[in-house]
């Protein structure tokens, strides 16, 4: 039983397209993050939601949106992507904002074409 | 700006032998240091963890080490196993809601 589920695994689009990714945990926790590992490999954070409430906007243009229907939600919607897009999105949850451990989805591979 | 670095990208060593991973920091608020394993087309696992007000704690085969006044830690995995070939991420945070500052990971390969 996954906790932390994303979907989809991959994700092939074209340029200028809108697609979501989906993200769901059922571990009980109260902060949702979105992480995107770029071709650098670096693990950058982008949002976090705590109780369904943004905590934190990284510099992320705004084509991206995140929307959490409930704490055990933070789906991530992509307008007009772009090529630079491309990346491995990962979802990830903890049970308080901070030093808790986080419990990462398995990514999403995007690839803007 | 990298606040964690891992300056090796990959390390490679041999079955049972120690592997030494290691992680440098620069934000003096970090107090909480973390170490996170990933497979390829899998998401980071937590490893170990330490808070900084240790400089050691272990964990079967793992252990971290914090040096607080070099802003270093480092993972220990004695004896290396093949299921240890990974890349191993360091993170820190500073608490509060900020989520993770992750490292650019090190790829260890433990060669049979």
């Known amino acids: 039983d996954t906790a932390v589920s994303q979907t989809p695994k991959y994700l092939v689009t074209q340029m200028g397209n809108d697609k979501s990714i989906k993200c769901e945990q059922n571990l009980g926790h109260d902060t949702m993050y979105w992480y995107k590992q770029d071709s650098k490999k670096f693990l950058k954070i982008m949002f976090s939601?705590?109780?369904?409430?943004?905590?934190i906007n990284e510099t992320v243009p705004n084509r991206f949106s995140p929307k959490s229907p409930d704490k055990a939600h933070l789906n991530l919607h992509i307008n007009s992507l772009e090529l630079g897009d491309s990346a491995v999105y990962f979802c990830a949850s903890s049970s308080r904002g901070g030093d808790e451990k986080l419990f990462f989805g398995s990514g999403t591979q995007l690839s803007v074409l | 700006d990298q606040q964690v670095k891992q300056n090796s990208p990959s390390l490679s060593v041999q079955e049972g032998r120690i592997s030494i991973l290691n992680c440098d920091y620069t934000?003096?608020?970090?107090?909480?240091f973390l170490w996170y394993k990933k497979y390829p087309a899998e998401g980071p696992t937590f490893l170990i963890s330490?808070?900084?007000?240790?400089d050691k704690n272990e964990d079967g085969r793992f252990t971290v080490f914090l040096n607080k006044s070099a802003k270093h830690l480092s993972l220990h995995i004695v004896p290396s196993q093949p299921g240890d070939s990974a890349v191993y991420f360091c993170?820190?945070?500073?608490?509060?809601?900020?989520?993770?500052?992750f490292g650019k990971g090190t790829h260890l390969i433990i060669q049979p």
């Open positions: 939601y705590n109780n369904k409430e943004l905590i």
């Open positions: 934000n003096s608020m970090f107090d909480y």
């Open positions: 330490i808070s900084s007000i240790k």
């Open positions: 993170a820190a945070t500073g608490g509060g809601a900020d989520g993770l500052t």
